[in-house]
């Protein structure tokens, strides 16, 4: 059971708009920690797609973009394409009186259609 | 370009402790503004952070795994290692090393390079 939910999967056709949520609590993202995304392709290590809950890292495409409110993030990529059939995870910071530290989502597989 | 890859044994016996190393390149380790972790994926699953380490020697360790991990550095070879004791099939997992940028994110630092991760199955 994951810190951070996120749906098991969702799809889209080419060309259209998929979201994905993550979705902590008070001990996490509602603390006020940052969410981060990461874009795992098969049999790949994940990269990081989002930092600082709305940044893109340099080479990113503007087709990705990210954003927090309260206790949750989304993460939305337009203009489906074949090549971002992947896994989704979402990152955060949790200090939850068991104890700190990085929490992931259990991620999200996007397929596209 | 820095560059992480993580090198050890494929298989550990129940019981052993499996050791990983981490040998990074294209960047210093002991250059501020970056802790060095590990986190790994089990077949089919998601990640799970095990723990991450400063160049100064902090660590900071998953509570739920604490009490049978240990992360050291070198700096003299710009490497950080892995430690797991008493492993169980529950640890068969993909490995991965990874940098932690500390100048990105408020109280909590994405992963901005990984390895290419290194597939450790605990059997006997």
């Known amino acids: 059971q994951s810190v951070l939910t996120q749906p098991p999967s969702v799809s889209g056709a080419p060309g259209q708009r998929v979201t994905i949520s993550c979705t902590g609590s008070?001990?996490?993202?509602?603390?006020?920690?940052?969410v981060h995304w990461y874009q795992q392709l098969p049999g790949t290590a994940p990269k990081l797609l989002i930092y600082?809950?709305?940044n893109r890292p340099s080479g990113v495409p503007d087709r990705f973009s990210g954003s927090k409110s309260g206790t949750s993030a989304s993460l939305a990529i337009t203009g489906l394409q074949a090549e971002d059939e992947a896994d989704y995870y979402c990152?955060?910071?949790?200090?939850?009186?068991?104890?700190?530290?990085?929490?992931f989502g259990g991620g999200t597989k996007l397929t596209v259609l | 370009q820095v560059q992480l890859q993580e090198s050890g044994p494929g298989l550990v016996k129940p019981s052993q402790t499996l050791s990983l190393t981490c040998t990074v390149s294209?960047?210093?380790?002991?250059?501020?503004?970056?802790?060095w972790s590990w986190i790994r994926q089990h077949p089919g699953k998601g990640l799970e952070w095990i723990g991450y380490?400063?160049?100064?020697?902090?660590?900071y360790y998953n509570p739920s795994l604490k009490s049978r991990v240990t992360i050291s550095v070198d700096t003299s070879k710009n490497q950080f290692s892995l430690k797991l004791s008493s492993v169980t099939a529950a640890d068969t997992a993909v490995y991965y090393c990874?940098?932690?940028?500390?100048?990105?994110?408020?109280?909590?630092?994405?992963?901005?390079?990984w390895g290419q991760g290194t597939l450790v199955t605990v059997s006997s």
């Open positions: 008070s001990s996490n993202i509602g603390a006020g920690y940052d």
């Open positions: 990874a940098r932690v940028n500390v100048n990105y994110g408020s109280g909590s630092s994405p992963v901005d390079y």
């Open positions: 380490i400063y160049y100064s020697g902090s660590t």
């Open positions: 990152q955060s910071y949790d200090s939850s009186l068991s104890g700190s530290g990085v929490v």
């Open positions: 294209g960047g210093s380790i002991s250059s501020g503004g970056y802790y």
């Open positions: 600082g809950n709305s």
